[in-house]
């Protein structure tokens, strides 16, 4: 059994189908790593349980749960880390109060999340609601900087059998817009501290001074930025794209992360809907301010507050006859680009797009042309740069592509998507300054009211890292190696300046090109085109967006990505890959019983991290299951046993049974650990001899609902029920 209380391996909890999965494969990695003396234990960082770690006063004895996530917040600064971690949710607040009345259903006392608190209680509440919404969780673990690439069995897989891509056509109306001006890119400003400081952020109007954060503590070297996004420019600017859209004919959409830019990314997408609802917040704004309407939680959760007020639904359905068909995220039940902020994320949206040819689904079911809206210009020329080129050359194929590998600045909270503590709304006319604790004005922006003003950093020691990281993995390859910094931004020259004097005393500087993220797109492009390999070396929020956009173009998904995080105090942190289509896999288990989601990204992990046990430990018998780990994997590759989409035919469940298989034909042939290969040889042959038996009472449980209990908050007894359906399986991993 797995030691929680000091595992060798930390396997995290977390939400959607990788946790559904999670019921499945854990058992079966706890019994093969039990047998080399290997404990696995869990961390919960799920949505559900950090709601209930914050409310500990709120509930029962019998219900409390340990604070998971500080915890591991405490070991990843530790040589002795070692944490496989799945994608979790990042909250937005419809999301947030999903799983906040699930818990409540399921007996938990915990508060309403107040939508407009008023009372000191209810401002506390929000303030502990508001530190779980977003990206909680990757600030805390990250703490090293970011190695991820598709792993050489994936990559080898996807050129032998290259998915489908959609065909790109040179007179593709599909384009990307964003604002000219007046945005986070072109308002903003980066200095490097020449000594440890201390800043208030301060809002001086007509009437005085604001305190909007009375302390902010930086080391000596941070590079820290300040900037805003003017909101009279923003709604220009939707106004403007929807008419535009309009007359060209094709589909409107917004591309956002309203989820992990928690703060700044609701607020644009609020003024997306209220810009495409305009002229009825202009005749019952105010009613539906009484009604709890806020833009910022998206056009469903609007429509479900005026349910009972026909005369505003009759006002919706006559704005949106006059504006232009919508980018659906499920045509089938109505569900548009605008219904809920976290439907939308640009790193798994704007590939899947592109990687059609363009096309996004329309209210009519069928596919068009899309305007893709990206408002503030920092990264949307990485999208419109690959959309030009493949008009320009056709689609890529990946059979016979190169690949992109990452190497992404994010240790210590770096550029942590405008560091939400310093983002604000700006409540009324004035100037916003960044003040020294020695009086020094480190930044200063005049603002306006709805103006969205932001400060972000990234310190020295992870910089130095990351551009020592750079230099081992080019290195270690030889490939082409490009920094995606633009010298004209503000930011970027700031990095520049730590880059440069590395390369150049390491005497490397002739290995490495600098380049702004539109030139270091087609850049990259044109080197996987050549079927040449190309290492992207970027901030964290790139990072985030090019692990997802090469490997969906080259694999078709980017949960096969191998993802290691070289904690800076000599742990190891293995990431699994993105759970963006996790809510579609969940709904299809509760209505079929078919879980489609691919564990290949744990798998790939999982292999990494006893190889990392083995190395960090000297424990050979660790180092002989991540070998072997790395032959199943392959084995489920070249054997074609991933999950189908279609109920009735092999799903997760299903893969991990050939895992397992494989696994133990793996150990039992292997001859460097003599009692591994006698322990396995048995089971190797009993998974076989069962072969018919195990799929079986697996295929058996298909095309009817589960019940698992609950969606953010599952019971376990019935997960596992569900996700460990075989009894003859069960019986052979004891």
């Known amino acids: 059994m797995a030691d929680n209380s000091n595992p060798d391996i930390v396997y995290t909890k977390v939400d959607e189908a990788p946790e559904l999965a999670s019921a499945s494969l854990l058992p079966i990695i706890q019994r093969f790593a039990a047998a080399a003396g290997v404990s696995v234990g869990t961390k919960d960082i799920s949505l559900a349980g950090r709601i209930l770690a914050t409310f500990p006063d709120k509930l029962k004895d019998d219900q409390r749960v340990t604070d998971d996530l500080a915890e591991l917040g405490q070991l990843v600064k530790t040589p002795d880390a070692n944490v496989i971690k799945l994608p979790n949710i990042s909250a937005s607040v419809p999301q947030l109060v999903a799983a906040v009345r699930e818990l409540q259903g399921q007996g938990f006392d915990i508060p309403d999340y107040p939508d407009d608190p008023q009372t000191d209680e209810e401002k506390e509440v929000r303030a502990r609601y ?32 290259p998915h489908r891509m959609g065909d790109w056509s040179s007179d593709s109306k599909t384009r990307v817009a964003a604002m000219s001006g007046n945005d986070f890119f072109s308002n903003e400003k980066s200095t490097t501290l020449d000594k440890a400081a201390t800043a208030k952020i301060v809002l001086e109007t007509a009437g005085g001074e604001t ?31 929807i008419e535009k859209t309009k007359e060209e004919g094709v589909l409107f959409s917004i591309h956002m992360k309203a989820t992990m830019m928690k703060v700044s990314d609701p607020i644009i997408f609020g003024h997306a809907v209220k810009e495409w609802l305009k002229p009825v917040f202009e005749k019952y704004g105010d009613e539906m301010k009484a009604a709890g309407v806020d833009p910022a939680s998206g056009l469903g959760d609007l ?12 006002a919706i359905e006559d704005v949106r006859d006059t504006r232009p068909p919508m980018y659906m995220v499920d045509s089938d039940r109505g569900i548009t680009n605008l219904h809920v902020p976290s439907d939308v994320i640009i790193d798994a949206s704007m590939p899947a797009l592109i990687r059609s040819g363009g096309k996004g689904w329309g209210p009519d079911n069928k596919e068009h042309d899309a305007v893709c809206v990206i ?11 690959t959309i030009k080129f493949f008009k320009a050359n056709g689609k890529l194929d990946p059979a016979t ?24 709304e700006i409540p009324e006319d004035g100037t916003v300054k960044m003040v020294l604790d020695d009086g020094t004005v480190l930044h200063e922006h005049k603002v306006e009211k709805g103006d969205i003003w932001r400060s972000a950093s990234a310190r020295k020691a992870p910089i130095e890292d990351w551009v020592n990281l750079a230099i081992e993995r080019q290195k270690a390859t030889g490939y082409r190696a490009i920094f995606w910094l633009d010298e004209k931004r503000a930011h970027d020259a700031e990095l520049i300046s730590f880059v440069k004097p590395i390369l150049e005393a390491k005497g490397v500087a002739d290995k490495f090109e600098i380049m702004a993220p539109r030139e ?13 390999n190309t290492i992207a070396i970027t901030g964290n929020v790139l990072r985030d967006y090019l692990t997802d956009l090469f490997p969906i173009l080259e694999l078709a998904t980017s949960a096969k990505m191998l993802s290691i995080v070289k904690l800076m105090n000599g742990g190891g942190l293995f990431e699994t890959g993105a759970g963006g289509s996790a809510p579609k896999h969940v709904q299809q288990l509760q209505s079929e019983n078919h879980l489609r989601w691919d564990s290949l990204g744990e798998f790939c992990a999982l292999g990494e991290s006893f190889k990392f046990l083995g ?14 780990v790395e032959t199943a994997t392959q084995g489920i590759l070249d054997h074609g046993r991933s999950p189908s989409r279609k109920v009735g035919e092999p799903d997760n469940r299903d893969s991990h049974y050939w895992f397992a298989r494989y696994w133990a034909e793996a150990l039992a042939a292997q001859s ?44 376990d007894d019935k997960l596992a029920s569900v996700m460990r359906p075989s009894a003859t399986l069960n019986g052979i991993m004891g």
């Open 130 to 161: 508001d530190s779980i919404k977003g990206s909680a969780v990757n600030p805390v673990l990250r703490e090293g900087n970011s190695d991820r690439r598709a792993a050489a069995p994936v990559k080898k897989f996807a050129q032998n059998n």
């Open 211 to 241: 305190v909007l954060k009375d302390s902010v503590s930086y080391p000596e070297g941070t590079v820290v930025d300040a900037t805003y996004m003017s909101a009279k420019a923003l709604d220009a600017f939707l106004a403007e794209e």
């Open 401 to 424: 592509a190169g690949t992109v590998q990452n190497l992404g600045l994010m240790a210590q909270k770096a550029e942590e998507y405008g560091s939400h503590p310093t983002t604000f």
């Open 520 to 532: 270091a797109t087609r850049a990259s492009l044109e080197t996987i085109t050549k079927g040449e």
């Open 615 to 628: 190395d960090s430990k000297n424990n050979a018998r660790a180092r002989v299951l991540g070998e072997t």
């Open 672 to 715: 460097d650990d003599a009692a591994l290969a006698e322990e396995f040889g048995p089971i190797a042959k009993a998974l076989a001899e069962n072969e018919e038996k195990i799929t079986g009472e697996l295929a058996a449980v298909q095309g009817k609902p589960a019940d698992i209990g609950g969606y953010y908050h599952p019971d």
């Open 375 to 385: 408002p503030d210009n920092s990264y949307a020329p990485v999208y419109d740069e």
């Open 303 to 314: 429509l479900e507050r005026v349910k009972d007020k026909p005369e505003i639904l009759k």
